[in-house]
């Protein structure tokens, strides 16, 4: 297969077939479109993730389970490789580049750019399977605040970008997905017994992920400012408070974990 045939098979699959080209959000008609869906979804998993950690499940074979993790997460890296060449691959057939930070004021909620971000939104839902793997594996002290706290707002986030087509959602979803694909690179590697050297690496990426939102946020305030404005201005604030708290949050967990303190504390313990 030459290049171009890679590329342009890669180009029906991912933007021009049917069902992505013709993808429209229908609130209230399109799965998990409506703020019910949304709300029962949330306060499930909150609920759920309370209960059950708080339960003594019976328990399962650890063999068993980290199959099922190392299947999971495998899953979600393909998904997150295919979201992000999918949503770049998309973003080239936009009419203009800066579509990528800033679309247009009303901007319909369909085609191909509105599909992966509705994939993306389904896969947060996805996601919180990795709650409950924690809980059977009985590591608790896995289940932070930071954990629960971002695998139930980030459906929110998804959901408001799809509601109000949110401008910088093409470079957020690039840069997460893209980050995933190493996250759970990792997650699997542990599931599969091979603990990797790398971990920092990940928190790394994912800390340039969150400082990356804020220049890509800037960019649009900048654009709509000073250009005919740029969709999803209101939903806007809520991208601020939600990657500044998740920014705080991460790097409390990287100086814990990789920090000059726990270096100290692995010296004396030694
Ligand atoms: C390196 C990190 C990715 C993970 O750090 P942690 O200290 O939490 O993880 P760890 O080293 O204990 O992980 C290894 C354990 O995870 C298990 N494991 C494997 N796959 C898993 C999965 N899909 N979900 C949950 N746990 C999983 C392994 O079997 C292993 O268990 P065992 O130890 O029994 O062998 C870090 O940067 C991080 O994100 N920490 C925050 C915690 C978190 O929940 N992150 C993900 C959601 S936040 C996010 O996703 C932000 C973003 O958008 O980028």
């Not at 806007?236 to 409390?252: E, G, I, K, M, R």
Request: charged share 5%; net charge positive.
């Amino acid at each position: 297969m030459e290049m171009n045939d890679i590329t342009s098979t890669l180009q029906y699959w991912l933007v021009n077939h049917p069902a992505i080209l013709n993808f429209t959000w229908n609130p209230g008609q399109t799965l998990g479109s409506s703020p019910h869906f949304l709300t029962f979804t949330v306060l499930s998993y909150l609920s759920l993730t309370f209960m059950l950690s708080h339960l003594s499940l019976p328990p399962i074979k650890p063999s068993l389970l980290k199959s099922i993790t190392a299947v999971h997460s495998l899953f979600l890296l393909i998904l997150s490789f295919i979201m992000a060449l999918g949503c770049i691959l998309s973003i080239f057939q936009a009419p203009h580049l800066h579509w990528i930070i800033c679309l247009p004021p009303q901007t319909p909620p369909k085609g191909p750019l509105f599909f992966w971000a509705y994939i993306f939104y389904i896969s947060k839902v996805i996601e919180f399977i990795d709650t409950l793997l924690i809980i059977l594996s009985n590591s608790i002290k896995r289940l932070t605040f930071l954990h629960v706290y971002h695998h139930a707002t980030v459906v929110i986030m998804c959901y408001i970008w799809l509601q109000t087509s949110q401008s910088l959602f093409p470079a957020v979803l690039v840069t997460n997905a893209s980050v995933h694909v190493l996250m759970y690179a990792y997650y699997l590697s542990c599931a599969l017994g091979v603990r990797p050297k790398w971990k920092k690496l990940v928190t790394d990426c994912q800390l340039v992920q969150f400082y990356s939102s804020f220049v890509v946020l800037g960019l649009m305030l900048y654009y709509h400012f000073t250009g005919l404005g740029c969709s999803g201005a209101w939903s806007w604030c809520f991208n601020v408070v939600f990657f500044a708290s998740l920014l705080a949050l991460f790097a409390d967990f990287h100086a814990k974990n990789y920090g000059k303190l726990k270096t100290k504390m692995a010296g004396a313990t030694n």
